[in-house]
């Protein structure tokens, strides 16, 4: 009984002063009455109805045929039904959606055509997973970004320190690229406070760590962070326990702490993670094995990719899941942390901390950087990546070279060109 309450009231409240909708309302009932007489009178049950002499006037001073005038009555009914529904959606709309209202057919279809792309997850951090995801989301919405949230520097870091959040720095990015409206969100969350108490820090570091502080857990933010961006895919942490990334150097140091391991100067031997046994979430590890394809990379080698690597059961779950698996080498080496690594050097480290070489697909870029941005890389100790990689690297894994560059005074993948690439790879394994 409240609920059917509840119901009529919702209902009554369309008929409130300044809704805008009642007129169209009054249209569409005409139109399902005009409807209604025109298929009494077609049917001929006119006969049993008083309207019979009334209709039969109207048509017949017309000189109309009287089963025409049942078509002529259906006619109009259903073009004053679309007339009215149409208003009343767009009077609806223009509320909702003020500036996309002529736009809702074209938004609609985009979104049932991405809603149809195939499930791809994307493991790294950094610039280089932020090219790829605003690439990739112009072609499904059924992407996953699985993060690390090792971050011991800056805003995400002393928001770590201090609050004892996780860091939301890479988490932050992700959500930017997947964002519909990329250009607007990413002009306020990567906007960075320049003087007080907020002075380092970013906006949405700061709106990720308020609504943990709402919300009561990491997790729940990011989901809710998400809903309000409206993102084509979601983002997920690949560990919700407070962790720390430690490196054992070539020279037997020990460095803890993804920013001092970043800028090491020393040849890596390994890393590890402090506490070595956390646990990924749940949703990690199924989407992995619901996945289409698992794409690791573009990003920091060993502060961005391999550490997601060295959670518990992530690595298991790559190698186990009927994914396409694909690496995608970096373009230029990193000032302390990759140093004269060529794409060999890259690709072996990779599989050094899966089970084994699940590798289905290699990337490569074979693109030339011109001059003037080699130059400039080269005053900050970073260089193109030698491919030293022979045509086929084992019987399982492809190697492909192409032309995947975007040269902007940065030497970055191409969003376009790169995503473009691995959903032609998708397409063929599908067939």
């Given amino acids: 009984m409240e609920k059917s309450d509840h119901h009529l009231k919702s209902l009554l409240k369309w008929f409130y002063p300044g809704m805008r909708v009642k007129r169209f309302l009054l249209i569409v009932l005409l139109g399902i009455i005009l409807m209604a007489v025109g298929l009494i009178y077609l049917i001929d049950l006119s006969r049993f109805l008083w309207i019979k002499d009334q209709i039969k006037n109207l048509f017949l001073s017309y000189q109309i045929a009287p089963h025409l005038s049942g078509f002529i009555l259906i006619i109009l009914g259903s073009l004053l039904i ?9 009077s609806i709309l223009k509320r909702i959606i003020p500036k996309q209202v002529n736009q809702v057919p074209e938004i609609i279809y985009q979104q049932r055509k991405l809603e149809k792309g195939p499930h791809i997850v994307v493991i790294g951090g950094g610039t280089g997973l932020y090219t790829l995801l605003r690439g990739l989301k112009q072609y499904s919405s059924n992407i996953t970004a699985v993060v690390t949230v090792f971050d011991s520097g800056g805003s995400s870091g002393q928001l770590r320190d201090e609050l004892g959040v996780l860091p939301p720095g890479d988490i ?107 646990l990924p979430l749940p949703e990690t590890i199924q989407t992995l094995g619901e996945a289409e394809a698992i794409i690791l990379g573009p990003g920091s080698l060993y502060t961005s990719i391999i550490c997601n690597l060295l959670v518990k059961n992530i690595p298991e779950a790559i190698c186990q899941s009927k994914a396409i698996k694909i690496y995608i080498c970096n373009v230029m080496t990193q000032p302390g942390e990759t140093d004269n690594y060529t794409t060999s050097m890259h690709l072996k480290e990779v599989i050094r901390y899966l089970p084994y070489n699940c590798l289905d697909y290699v990337l490569i870029n074979n693109q030339k950087l011109s001059k003037a941005v080699a130059d400039k890389y080269k005053e900050e100790g970073a260089y193109i990546v030698r491919d030293d990689l022979p045509r086929e690297f084992d019987n399982r894994t492809k190697i492909i070279r192409q032309e995947l560059l975007s040269e902007h005074n940065f030497a970055r993948h191409n969003s376009e060109k790169l995503a473009k690439l691995i959903m032609d790879i998708i397409h063929k394994e599908k067939k």
């Fill in 82 to 90: 679309i007339i009215g529904i149409a208003n009343i959606n767009r």
């Fill in 172 to 278: 932050r990015n992700c959500l930017v690229a997947l964002s519909t409206e990329e250009l607007l969100m990413k002009k306020l969350f990567q906007y960075r406070f320049s003087n007080g108490s907020l002075q380092g820090h970013s906006f949405g570091n700061l709106f990720i760590t308020a609504m943990s502080e709402v919300s009561g857990d990491f997790t729940k933010a990011v989901e809710k962070s998400s809903e309000i961006l409206a993102i084509r895919g979601r983002v997920l942490p690949s560990t919700i326990d407070n962790v720390t990334l430690c490196a054992q150097l070539k020279d037997k140091q020990l460095i803890k702490g993804e920013r001092n391991i970043s800028q090491s100067k020393e040849v890596i031997e390994s890393i590890f993670i402090q506490p070595a046994s956390v």
